[in-house]
């Protein structure tokens, strides 16, 4: 083995990309050049309201190379606590960058961004807060609230009792309430780009009733329906005051499409699968062992 070999040291590339991110409807874009400086999981129940998911997903940066492209008129910002700020689209509801000027951050939803981001997720934040049922089966580390360092309490619980006999569930600011009679007949986890960019997750989750199963008891008012213009079934529904991802009625399936995040109790169902794995996020990897299809599950 000669010197050169033995005294070779590997430096790692700088990951540096321009990276595009935009809302389900499209009217909000942004671009960020990378590196990022950290991407974590976030498992609390104002992240899980909000997105609609079972948890979500952020990569952080610095703003220097953040850029909105389009639609910041469209953007509404909700003050989830004394300190936080969560932003979406008016239009679809779809989660958007928060920025931070003080601390010169953007926080951006992983779901709503294209392509490979040259960062892995490093953490489980909030385990505490996990959604009913739901398992984490990667070998990430995993923090119950905030890492002790970080020195903050971090968001308070949004769950909220729910009546006994139903399943119930409610938006991320707590103005609408709903409740679902029976059980649910379908559950699956959606990896196709358009749940991706509207929940801003790794994938949507979303569970299926009759419609007829799906009564709203409170702030009804305050939904908002959007359909993605050229899709046969795709839209969203949400709080036009918090955002937050609420049951949406497909009449034209005669079922209820309800956001795993926006749920209070547990839907007492286990998922069919993982679709549209084909079109899934670079930087998630499945572990569960559920099955996957390449397109829509059976
Ligand atoms: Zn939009
Ligand atoms: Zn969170
Ligand atoms: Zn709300």
Not at 32 to 57: E, N, Q, V, W
Not at 175 to 200: I, Q, S, V
Request: charge should be positive; include cysteine; proline fraction near 7%.
């Amino acid at each position: 083995m000669s010197q050169e070999t033995d005294t070779w040291v590997h430096v790692p590339e700088v990951f540096s990309a321009r990276i595009n991110g935009a809302c389900v409807c499209g009217a909000v874009r942004w671009s960020y050049d990378a590196p990022f400086s950290s991407m974590l999981h976030c498992h609390c129940s104002i992240c899980r309201k909000h997105h609609g998911t079972l948890f979500a997903t952020f990569v952080a940066g610095t703003l220097d190379t953040f850029h909105w492209r389009a639609g910041t008129e469209k953007i509404a910002t909700w003050q989830s606590s004394a300190q936080g700020r969560r932003s979406f689209c008016t239009v679809c509801g779809s989660k958007v960058p928060t920025v931070n000027l003080d601390a010169r951050q953007v926080f951006m939803p992983a779901g709503a961004l294209e392509g490979e981001l040259g960062i892995r997720p490093q953490m489980h934040l909030f385990t505490g807060s996990r959604a009913a049922g739901h398992t984490i089966h990667d070998g990430l580390p995993q923090h119950e609230a905030y890492p002790p360092e970080w020195n903050s309490p971090g968001p308070p619980t949004a769950a909220r009792p729910v009546r006994a006999g139903v399943t119930g569930g409610s938006c991320a600011c707590g103005r609408m309430r709903f409740e679902l009679e029976g059980l649910p007949f379908r559950m699956h986890h959606c990896h196709c780009g358009r749940c991706r960019h509207a929940r801003g997750g790794a994938h949507g989750t979303n569970v299926i009733y009759k419609i007829e199963a799906l009564r709203y008891t409170q702030g009804e008012s305050l939904l908002a329906d959007f359909d993605l213009p050229g899709a046969r079934f795709f839209g969203t529904s949400f709080c036009r005051e918090c955002g937050g991802a609420m049951p949406r009625r497909s009449t034209s399936r005669g079922a209820a499409v309800v956001p795993i995040g926006s749920l209070d109790s547990d839907p007492r169902i286990h998922p069919l699968g993982h679709q549209f794995v084909a079109s899934k996020a670079s930087w998630y990897d499945i572990t569960d062992g559920v099955p996957q299809y390449p397109e829509a599950a059976a």
